[in-house]
């Protein structure tokens, strides 16, 4: 069995942009903004021999807000740029009660099953509610990026750290065998 880290996309891998205490998607691969250190981090844990999992909510596409080809370009733009696996994308609104729409571990649990996962030596870093709650929820330790939004947890994560490149120093030093 192999160990992965589940990251979220925005707000973990690229700038979230903030309006009113909460966080929005870049709409526009122009907007796309790797933050400073991931691609370090990444590095980091693809030679601490982690798959590196992207699991994200895109509900804008079902909003009409958004279109699937202009995610998948930034899904594409981020392959290239950074050492990942696997971007897996959630399209559905609230609404759907899809299993994959974070908080359902939908996307972790596939994952799982596709790269032959043990989710109990594995991490999900994410800076909200959904994110944690999808990481509880599928067996994995959770480390939570705090970014002070507007909105609370539903359940406590079992770290909280301030980027990506603490969560990797975090994973790293609690390395689970």
Same mark, same amino acid.
């Given at each position: ?29 122009d907007e796309l903004e790797v933050l400073p ?29 958004? &279109? ?22 959630? @399209?559905?609104?609230n609404k759907e009660n899809c299993a994959c ?45 705090? @970014? ?14 301030? &980027? ?7 994973i790293l030093e609690h390395n689970a065998d």
């Open positions: 069995m192999r160990r992965a880290v589940f990251l979220d996309r925005d707000g973990v891998i690229n700038r979230a942009l903030v309006r009113d205490g909460k966080p929005y998607p870049p709409q526009t691969i250190g991931v691609p370090e981090a990444l590095a980091q844990l693809r030679e601490a021999a982690y798959l590196l999992i992207v699991v994200t909510n895109q509900p804008d596409v079902a909003r009409g807000t958004q &279109s699937r080809e202009a995610v998948e370009a930034m899904h594409e733009a981020l392959k290239a740029q950074l050492a990942l696996d696997e971007i897996s994308a959630c @399209y559905h609104d729409r974070k908080p359902a571990p939908g996307m972790l649990l596939e994952a799982a099953e596709e790269y032959l996962i043990d989710l109990a030596k594995s991490f999900m870093v994410g800076d909200r509610w959904r994110d944690i709650e999808a990481g509880e929820r599928a067996g994995c330790t959770t480390i939570f990026i705090d @970014y002070q939004y507007d909105e609370a947890l539903t359940c406590p994560p079992d770290h909280i750290v301030g &980027s990506l490149t603490e969560a990797a120093a975090w």
